[in-house]
């Protein structure tokens, strides 16, 4: 909580001094921005010619012809046909034009080019998975500048929306079918020093990295924010995550290699650990024992556990490994079957590794690999 | 006395002896709950929706002290977002259908449409009567379903979330089902009264406008409430059954649910503004001293506001992923709605153009809707153009923008009629100045809380969020005072009305000088409304009114209009229980 309250008194003034940001918008970062800030001024300037001088009139009467009680009024004038028209007529000019200039850019945004990059996304209760193929999941969107990036949408449970400020681009994810949306990027994200990043790391050690807080992925980039905008349960205000822009499609490759898989010199541990922060669990799953809503991961491995069915089950490799790609087959009692299944998205090797940080966490784990499990982590760091 | 200053035959009809005031004619709480005098049932609406109103008020303003700190400051624990969403629900749908939909029909229309008509009650009593417990059955088990059920879904039962969520659904969904009937029933009550009941000489053109209005709105509640309460029904029917109209696990499709809701619901929007409009249409006149303008215009844009609002529930829908096509017809037919909407308030301001202003408690409610409306409806124009929309929708763009048009404008509009209404009401005076302070103080608190919104919604603030990121914290801090603002003001006024009650002056006949036929019978009216069918004349003609000074009311000068033959039976309704 405090971190929170500390970074606002920190980033707050500089965000509203950010140059890049008028009064009403963030930042305009992709192609769409310029087109719908200008609809959106268009209806602006014509709301305050219709507004300004309506009001000035009102206030005008007011002073006017204010009168004593009593007092009769000078005209009963009831009507006056041409002027009712002309008032009526006038403004629906001004309406189609605003309809016809909202519905032009519309349709820009609704047609993706032909070779649009493809993101998958999966949205889930509560956050969000993209897909880079080849087995890539990450819950970042990283994209090109200037590339048309097309985002294949699904949900497996609820209805999310994914919504990018800085793109002025929305679109409802609904289950049950796929729901696309496109953006063309027109600014890259910028990457800090190795030195600060080294400096914000040893900052938030031992805690979840803060976004919000250090402006700034764990890898060093600049962000744009990412928001589910469709209400969507307890924790849908946390669902967000961010995008981060690269300049290069090479520099992009880059990146969806260095995440493609564990590096031969990652313990699995730790593999396990990243995973559990990057892929969603750390919303449901505590570590600290707090009850979310899934049972916490704490102590959790080689526990017995009763079953909403009415069996015990021993949570072992198997019951994970299933938990994992069939999560409504056993639900422990007290919970809801609300998990997402991650079939297809973690490879075998990913799964060990959760299950190697699960016992790392657990007293009731086997002891011998957990001291090993422990040292294995230290010199990974 | 002062009838010396006075022309010749200036009538005012007194006041009412006990035996004929409508609040002392019978006594005893039973003579209250078994009444079928629609002004009882008008006033006993009133007290029920300003109960709502109380509650959802308090909601609104956990929700602002809680949004105070990004990281949530009002509740804290680990069930904080869920406290928020339960709050926020319970918010909206109190306001929604405890409060919006019954507040001018049900409260005020009940105790002026028969009285605007200068007929005797409404057609049904027994339906009136009945319309009034269901909603008070309705409004118990809603909101004990709500509280005990903590339900979550926000007050659109959205699906699937309503499908799944573990919160009863059930309960909450029946709660509003029955609240529906109660609607049904004073929309039907008003459109038969309207039919059939207007006297002699008061043709569909010499109506008062607020009763155009509450024409046009029954339309709508007979018509649309239906669609909802087969909505819900089929909502319960999904989730006991899984028949798989809306959830996708059981081959349904969730956008079906959206259609289905908003088509009932964007016309909601229209139950709860146009008899706003009816108000607006009255007060500005009557306090104006003038003529309205453009009658027909009004009253006709009425109807069309009514009929038009059936075909843009689609709107709601536009990044829900429904074809270009369907989009953009939705887009184009919303953007008709805006017309006859903006007719009135060109000629409302035109009705203020040299009339005779007074600057009554009333009239400041009625100067406040047009600001604040006209804010509300240009607002829309964002959200109704396709391509600002998709950057705008479900941020706090949108909250604001329908703040403005359902605070804004319906309850803005509910005070002024309050005000303008309550003399004739109780049969007392309030405290101008203290009365003109409250409005004030309501105006200022209102736009501090929703001015900030609509910069927030353009930056990208999404609504429904427990937690914020810190850049938006200074915003949402206005808005959080402005909130605390608005509720003082409210307060104010409510104290204002209350004090009037034990401290206020006798209220004469006519203390406004307004036209309609309800200024005709004494303050507080007699239990049948009028001794004969009243004389009708224009609305709006304010030719033969003169104010008297020394009394502080208006009379009427011109006693020689053709009265309706004596001829006419005295017609003792069944309902009227012998009485007279």
Redesign the interface.
């Known amino acids: 909580m405090f971190p929170a309250n500390e970074s606002l008194a920190m980033t707050f003034p500089t965000l509203l001094a950010d140059l890049n940001e008028s009064f009403w918008f963030p930042i305009q970062g992709s192609s769409f921005a310029e087109e719908v800030d200008w609809v959106y001024d268009l209806i602006l300037y014509i709301s305050l010619a219709f507004f300004i001088p309506m009001m000035a009139f009102m206030a005008w009467c007011l002073v006017k012809y204010i009168k004593a009680r009593g007092t009769k009024a000078e005209s009963q004038t009831s009507h006056n046909t041409p002027l009712e028209l002309t008032w009526s007529i006038g403004p629906s000019v001004l309406l189609v034009w605003m309809f016809v200039q909202g519905s032009i850019s519309f349709l820009d945004m609704r047609t993706p080019p032909e070779g649009s990059y493809d993101v998958g996304v999966q949205a889930f209760k509560w956050g969000w998975t993209m897909d880079y193929g080849n087995g890539v999941f990450h819950p970042e969107l990283h994209i090109v500048k200037d590339e048309p990036t097309k985002l294949s949408m699904r949900s497996t449970d609820v209805i999310h929306s994914l919504f990018i400020p800085a793109f002025r681009a929305k679109k409802d994810i609904v289950p049950g079918r796929y729901n696309y949306m496109w953006f063309k990027p027109t600014v890259a994200s910028e990457k800090i020093s190795d030195e600060e990043l080294a400096k914000l790391k040893k900052q938030s050690e031992g805690a979840t990295w803060d976004y919000d807080m250090h402006q700034v992925t764990p890898e060093g980039y600049t962000f744009f924010d990412l928001y589910c905008t469709e209400y969507c349960g307890k924790n849908h205000s946390e669902m967000q995550t961010v995008v981060v822009v690269h300049e290069t499609q090479a520099e992009l490759d880059a990146w969806i290699k260095a995440n493609s898989a564990r590096g031969s010199d990652v313990s699995q541990e730790a593999w396990g650990e990243l995973l559990y922060n990057r892929r969603g669990c750390a919303g449901c799953h505590s570590i600290d024992g707090t009850k979310l809503v899934g049972p916490s991961f704490k102590d959790l491995y080689g526990s017995e556990h009763p079953l909403a069915s009415g069996d015990n089950v021993l949570v072992d490799e198997n019951y994970v490994r299933e938990s994992i790609i069939a999560p409504k087959a056993k639900v422990v009692a007290g919970y809801q079957p609300v998990m997402p299944s991650y079939k297809g998205q973690l490879s075998d090797d990913d799964i060990d590794s959760i299950i190697a940080f699960l016992k790392s966490i657990s007293e009731n784990a086997p002891s011998e690999p957990a001291a090993e499990a422990e040292s294995e982590e230290e010199s990974a760091e | 006395m002062s009838n010396a200053t006075l022309p010749a035959g200036a009538r005012d009809p007194g006041y009412p002896t006990e035996r004929e005031n409508y609040l002392t004619n019978s006594s005893g709480i039973l003579s209250w709950l078994f009444t079928l005098d629609h002004k009882r049932i008008g006033l006993m609406y009133l007290v029920g929706v300003m109960s709502a109103f109380a509650i959802g008020g308090l909601l609104a303003l956990a929700i602002r002290l809680h949004l105070l ?3 949530g400051w009002m509740f804290s624990g ?1 069930e904080a ?2 406290i928020y ?1 339960q709050v926020f629900t319970l918010h909206g749908a109190i306001m929604v259908f405890l409060f919006i939909i019954p507040s001018i029909p049900a409260a005020l229309g009940n105790f002026l449409v028969p009285v605007m008509l200068g007929a005797k009650d409404v057609g049904f009593p027994r339906l009136n009567l009945s319309s009034f417990y269901l909603w008070l059955f309705g409004a118990f088990f809603f909101v004990t379903a709500l509280f005990s059920s903590g339900l ?1 879904t ?1 007050w659109t039962f ?1 699906t ?2 309503s499908t ?3 919160t009863s659904v059930i309960l909450a969904t029946l709660g509003a089902f029955i609240l529906g009937f109660s609607s049904i029933f004073t929309g039907l009550n008003f459109i038969v009264t309207i039919n059939t009941m207007r006297p002699p000489g008061m043709t569909w053109f010499k109506m008062p406008l607020f009763l155009w209005a509450t024409y046009a709105t029954s339309i709508i509640q007979v018509l649309a409430t239906p669609v909802l309460g087969i909505t819900l029904l089929l909502l319960i029917a999904e989730r006991t059954m899984h028949i798989g109209i809306f959830d ?2 059981f ?5 079906t649910y959206q259609h289905f809701f908003w088509f009932y619901s964007h016309p909601a929007v229209y139950i709860m503004i146009l008899p706003a409009f009816g108000i607006i249409s009255e007060l500005i006149s009557v306090h ?10 009004i009253a006709y844009s009425s109807i069309a506001i009514a009929l038009l609002g059936f075909l843009v529930w689609g709107h709601h829908m536009f ?3 429904m074809s ?1 096509l369907t ?2 017809v939705f ?2 037919l919303t ?1 008709t709605v ?2 006859p909407s ?2 009135k ?3 409302w ?2 009705t ?8 009554t408690t009333p009239m400041c409610y009625a ?1 406040s809707f ?2 604040l409306f ?2 509300g409806g ?2 829309g ?2 959200l ?8 705008l ?3 706090y763009f949108v909250v604001a923008h329908f703040h403005y048009v359902m605070v804004g404008g319906t309850l803005i509009a509910f005070l002024g009629g309050v005000f303008h209404w309550w003399p004739k009401m109780v049969g007392k005076l309030y405290n101008e100045t203290h009365g003109r302070i409250a409005a004030l103080l309501v105006f200022l608190g209102f736009n501090g809380t929703f001015l900030p919104q609509f ?1 927030l919604g ?3 603030m ?10 938006f ?2 915003l949402h801090q206005l808005s959080t005072f402005g909130a605390l603002l608005l509720g003082v003001g409210l307060l104010y006024a409510f104290i204002v009305l209350m004090v009037s009650l034990v401290k206020g002056r006798r209220a004469p006949a006519n203390p406004w000088g307004g036209v309609t036929l309800e200024w005709q019978c004494t303050s507080p009216p007699p239990y049948y409304n009028f001794e004969r069918p009243p004389v009708v004349g224009d609305p ?4 033969n009114l ?2 008297d ?1 020394e009394n502080e009311r ?1 009379v009427t000068t011109e006693p020689e209009r053709k009265l309706a033959p004596e001829s006419t039976p005295e017609e003792v309704p069944a309902h009227a229980g012998g009485q007279k």
């Open positions: 700190d990004p990281e680990a977002n869920n969403n979550d926000g959205y699937p979330y799944t969520t573990d996708p696990e081959n349904g499709d969730p956008v104006s001293h003038k003529h309205i303008f453009g009658y027909r215009f990044t829900a992923g270009s989009t953009i887009s184009a953007f805006s017309v903006a007719i308030v060109f000629n301001l035109a203020m153009y040299k009339g005779s202003i007074s600057l100067i047009v600001f006209t804010i240009l607002t124009l964002f109704g153009t396709l391509a600002t929309d998709l950057h929708h479900d941020t910069v353009s930056r990208g999404p609504r429904r969020y427990a937690t914020y990121d810190p850049e914290a200074t709006y003609d304010f030719h003169e104010w000074a208006y």
